[in-house]
Every structure is written in structure tokens, then in C-alpha cells.
């Protein structure tokens, strides 16, 4: 009898959010619940496209061989995204439901999985079209033996009051703040409010995680990271994204300032003026920048990071 009602108060949780999804800022009104889809392109069904140890973040949660914990982080690659940025490196997975569909209890079983291997953390990437579904997961792990970090790797077009359902499920926050200037924001993701929702956003990210945490090896247990990609020609976009972390949380709030801008042959027609590589000069312009405001707790890119593989294959690995 117990379980019976466990499962009708999930699903009672579950179709709170989904019949008539305003889970993000685009608020669509999809009903999820019959399979409908707003503008993540994902129903209430739960697609997850890899669930694998990735080495790609920033060493504080990926590890490093320095400090002896290059384990990787343990990343789920979640299908669907509300934002659809044209540049997107991600863009197969975000752009189309993709990867397997898999039950929230099947979500916790990897969650475990990813432990087992030894991953840093568990690291849900573009997770906020199925946060509720995350949170009974989490849930479930935790109750299963789950004792590592979670981290929220997010767009940051998040609405705060679905924020609040993480709060003492997420341990770090690793957010993007894209965009300051509202015409970059709507011409490339199609968001004009990206920057109120974004600053809204990390408002709540920071409540929740006030103060970085660091083991002695140097792994971040609790906090938050902002990262910011450097956009061809927008020096002054992430001049004032920086500009706007530091005066408001100083270095409470560690920033991620990235140039591993790749340009995709799909943007080239349209998007002529982002078809480009970052140049040295602009990297270096935004981090001159970041020095004299007086930026310390700060994560920079050195050499061709845009030549790197950070895109991983999305064949269902782990999943």
C-alpha cells in the first residue's frame, strides 16, 4: 500500500508541472503529460542521450592529474533545451528529442552507476526541462546510497521558483550567463528577457549555495560557477556579464571565462559575423578586463581550446 502511494504522489508531482509546463521562462502551457511538447521539444517522458565520466569542465569538478582526482565527472546528457542558441556545440541533442527514454527510477539507478565509476560528481547537463523528474530521482539515490555532489549545469534561463526545488538537492550550481545585451540575446537564442531571467536566476542559485566549498584536493563540494563564452565580435557582451557577477557577488561566485567558441558550417549563411574563431586579442581584452575590476576566483582557457574535443558522441553510453 505504501509504494501505491508513493507512486500517486509522484505522479501527483509529476502532473503539477507537466499538464501545462511553465517550468521555464518561455512558460508555453505544453501539456507534457500527453506527450506534447513546447519549445524544448520534450514531453514529459524523461530522454537522456549518454550518461558517461566526461573530462571536459573545469578541473575543480572534472578533477585534474595534479591533484591526483582526474576521475571526470559524471554527466548526464539530458535531450531538449529552451533556449536553442544557434552556436549551440551541443545542438543535435538540444534542438530534437533524442537518446533513450528512460523512468525516473532507471535515472536513479544511473545516478549510482556513475558513483560506482568513481565520478566526481553527478553533473545533469541542460537538465531544467525535466527538473521535477530530477528531483524524484535525486530523491531516490540519495535513499539508494548516493553520497557525491550534484551539479546543476544550466543555461541560466531558469525561472527561480523551479530553482527552489533543488534547494538541498543541488550542491553546485554551474550556470551559464550568456548575455547582457538583449539584441545578442533574442538574435542568437531567440530570448530578448535572457539577461533579467538570468540575473533572477543566479539570485537563487547563490541563496541556496552562498559560499564556495572546496576539498583539499581541490574539488568544489558547494557553490557556484558562472561561465560566460566569448562570442566573436562581443567583447563588450562579456565585458558586462563579468562586470555585472563581480559588483553583485564578488568572489563569492566563481566565474568561468571560456574563448572555446567552435563555428559551425550550419551558422555560416546565416549567421556570418559569429562564423569565426575568438580571436587571442578579444580573449585577452576580456580577461585584462576581469583583472582590473579586480577578478580572482576565475577559471581562463589557454591555447586552442576551440581545436579540443569537448563535444562528446551522444550514442547512449551509460544510459
Not at 582526482?69 to 559524471?74: E, R
Not at 566549498?213 to 561561465?227: A, M, N, P, Q, T
Request: charged residues 25%.
Amino acid at each position: 500500500m505504501k509504494n501505491q502511494d508513493n507512486t500517486r504522489e509522484e505522479a501527483a508531482f509529476l502532473s503539477r508541472y507537466m499538464k501545462a509546463c511553465r517550468i521555464c521562462p518561455r512558460r508555453c502551457g505544453a501539456d507534457r503529460e500527453e506527450g506534447k511538447t513546447g519549445v524544448c521539444g520534450v514531453p514529459a517522458d524523461l530522454y537522456v542521450t549518454r550518461a558517461a565520466l566526461h573530462f571536459w569542465e573545469e578541473p575543480c569538478i572534472s578533477g585534474s592529474r595534479e591533484n591526483g582526482n582526474a576521475n571526470g565527472s559524471g554527466t548526464v546528457f539530458f535531450s531538449g533545451c529552451a533556449l536553442k542558441c544557434v552556436y549551440c556545440q551541443n545542438y543535435e541533442i538540444a534542438h530534437a528529442r533524442c537518446g533513450k527514454r528512460i523512468t525516473i527510477d532507471r535515472l536513479a539507478e544511473i545516478f549510482l552507476e556513475l558513483q560506482d565509476k568513481k565520478a566526481n560528481n553527478i553533473n545533469l547537463v541542460t537538465p531544467t526541462q525535466y527538473i521535477p523528474q530530477i528531483v524524484l530521482a535525486a530523491k531516490k539515490a540519495r535513499r539508494m546510497g548516493l553520497t557525491i555532489p550534484f551539479v546543476c549545469n544550466c543555461g541560466g534561463y531558469e525561472d527561480p521558483e523551479m530553482l527552489e526545488l533543488l534547494d538541498g538537492i543541488v550542491d553546485v550550481y554551474l550556470t551559464d550567463f550568456k548575455y547582457m545585451e538583449t539584441d545578442i540575446a533574442m538574435k542568437y537564442s531567440g530570448a530578448e528577457d535572457y539577461p533579467e531571467w538570468a540575473a533572477r536566476s543566479l539570485a537563487e542559485m547563490y541563496r541556496q549555495c552562498p559560499e564556495p566549498v572546496f576539498s583539499e584536493d581541490g574539488l568544489i563540494k558547494k557553490g557556484v560557477i558562472v561561465r560566460n563564452l566569448l562570442l566573436p565580435g562581443h567583447v563588450r557582451n562579456s565585458k558586462k556579464v563579468v562586470k555585472y557577477i563581480w559588483s553583485t557577488y564578488g568572489d563569492k561566485v566563481w566565474l568561468s571565462l571560456m574563448n572555446q567558441y567552435t563555428p559551425f558550417d550550419r551558422i555560416r549563411e546565416s549567421y556570418p559575423e559569429i562564423s569565426r574563431k575568438v580571436t587571442r586579442r578579444d580573449y585577452d581584452a576580456l580577461i585584462d578586463y576581469a583583472l582590473e575590476l579586480g577578478v580572482e576566483n576565475a577559471f581562463i582557457q589557454e591555447g586552442g581550446t576551440a581545436e579540443e574535443s569537448f563535444i562528446p558522441s551522444f550514442d547512449g553510453e551509460g544510459v
